[in-house]
């Protein structure tokens, strides 16, 4: 029962967190604030968020086409239109139940190319922890870059003390991080444990990329990926007048910031426009121009996936009927 109880809060409460931010969300904007969204979403220029899809279904193509570098060495090579519709569906199954997804497209691959259950899903370990490693890196470019915002907050303007922090950031955080790691190593409490197990299961995922036959073609689609994933988010800053002229920097923390609220709530539901807004706000974009920017981009995002993720799950076994005829 308490088992039970437990799977039931898991689905639900991601779910009722991302409605009532929505609805705590609005409750809190007068009638203009409304309106004025609602003329920002009118005005908006959607050849833009066309574009943002494009390139959102470009990433798409090339994860199911980095699936194969990590398939092929165990003797499988999937068709690619099957890898393809796999990867939407799990896209799909994410919005409603978290991390379900990855089940869900290792169950969709052995029944279409004859897979091992375990096999697919230990690919697909592996691809999470380049995307990890990836998210890291950038999350690491967007902390950097944001030394200046953070010296103007603890530094008054003092342009030399922000040189310093940036110095810090550079050398003293690997020390840190190092340090850290040993002292997780030689910890027996259970919590402890478990964070030393997830970073080592990152390294020995590095170096299993690191020793793959097709490494560059792997570390290159994975770069190319998340490329994809920042020129979704830079282009449909040009939707918006308010978010045209945005720096580096501010896309940089946005696009971050809205990555870790997807991992709040299934797909950013009320998270993903919150968190975008507060990080545009920074930069000095007026509120209602940045929230209508977050929902305009966590709505493309969210169609895609339903779309395509919907279209993937009808036409995948249709699709491998007639191949079998």
Do not use: C
Not at 95 to 117: D, H, M, V, W
Not at 118 to 126: P, Q, S, Y
Not at 239 to 254: D, G, S
Request: glycine fraction near 6%; avoid cysteine; proline fraction near 4%.
């Amino acid at each position: 029962m308490i088992n039970r109880l437990k799977k039931i809060s898991y689905i639900t409460l991601p779910i009722a967190l991302g409605v009532f931010l929505i609805w705590y969300s609005i409750s809190k904007l007068s009638p203009a604030d409304i309106q004025s969204i609602k003329t920002s979403f009118q005005t908006a220029n959607y050849w833009w968020v066309a574009l943002s899809i494009f390139f959102g279904i470009l990433s798409h193509l090339s994860r199911a086409y980095r699936w194969q570098f990590l398939l092929e060495p165990l003797g499988y090579k999937p068709r690619f239109a099957n890898s393809v519709m796999a990867v939407l569906i799990a896209y799909l199954l994410n919005l409603f139940i978290p991390r379900s997804g990855e089940i869900a497209r290792a169950a969709t691959i052995k029944k279409y190319e004859n897979i091992p259950f375990e096999k697919a899903i230990g690919t697909i370990v592996a691809e999470r922890v380049a995307d990890v490693i990836m998210l890291f890196s950038i999350t690491g470019v967007a902390f950097f870059l944001q030394t200046e915002l953070m010296g103007s907050y603890l530094f008054k303007e003092d342009e030399e003390r922000s040189i310093y922090l940036k110095i810090a950031i550079l050398v003293l955080f690997p020390l840190l991080g190092i340090a850290t790691y040993y002292f997780l190593k030689k910890s027996t409490h259970p919590f402890i444990v478990k964070i030393f197990t997830f970073i080592k299961g990152l390294i020995d995922g590095i170096k299993s990329i690191i020793t793959m036959r097709k490494k560059w073609p792997f570390i290159f689609h994975t770069i190319f990926i998340w490329l994809m994933y920042l020129l979704m988010f830079y282009s449909v800053t040009f939707a918006l007048p308010e978010t045209t002229n945005l720096p580096f920097a501010a896309i940089i923390v946005a696009f971050v910031v809205g990555g870790f609220s997807m991992a709040l709530t299934n797909g950013g539901l009320g998270t993903y426009p919150v968190f975008v807004a507060s990080a545009l706000i920074l930069y000095h974009i007026e509120d209602n121009p940045a929230r209508a920017f977050g929902w305009i981009m966590w709505t493309a995002q969210t169609l895609m996936v339903i779309i395509f993720g919907g279209l993937s799950f009808l036409l995948i076994p249709i699709y491998n009927r007639l191949r079998h005829k």
